[in-house]
């Protein structure tokens, strides 16, 4: 669906620009916005995605070694959602 450019368009409304990423715009992007904050002495990141861009965004903060290792909140906007599900978050349960 559509809840991926909603969640965006409501982030960059209640923050600043350079808190809010948008990762379709490739990697360079993701890596230029965590070494951003490679001086901030404590940040958090909300990854809105479904699994792969989950695991896209905490290889890529693990790759680069931070002095400081963010907390990593997640908003399940995949279409699979697999991670969700297996967390029991959402209507979807546990497929057993």
Do not use: K
Request: charged share 20%.
């Amino acid at each position: 669906g559509r809840q991926g450019q909603a969640a965006l368009a409501q982030l960059r409304s209640l923050l600043s620009p350079q808190q809010v990423v948008d990762l379709t715009l490739g990697q360079s992007t993701l890596e230029e916005a965590l070494e951003s904050f490679r001086t901030v002495r404590r940040f958090r990141v909300l990854v809105c995605g479904g699994d792969g861009t989950v695991g896209w965004v905490l290889a890529m903060i693990d790759s680069l070694h931070l002095d400081y290792t963010p907390p990593v909140a997640i908003l399940p906007l995949g279409t699979g959602n697999d991670l969700a599900r297996e967390l029991g978050w959402g209507g979807g349960g546990r497929r057993g």
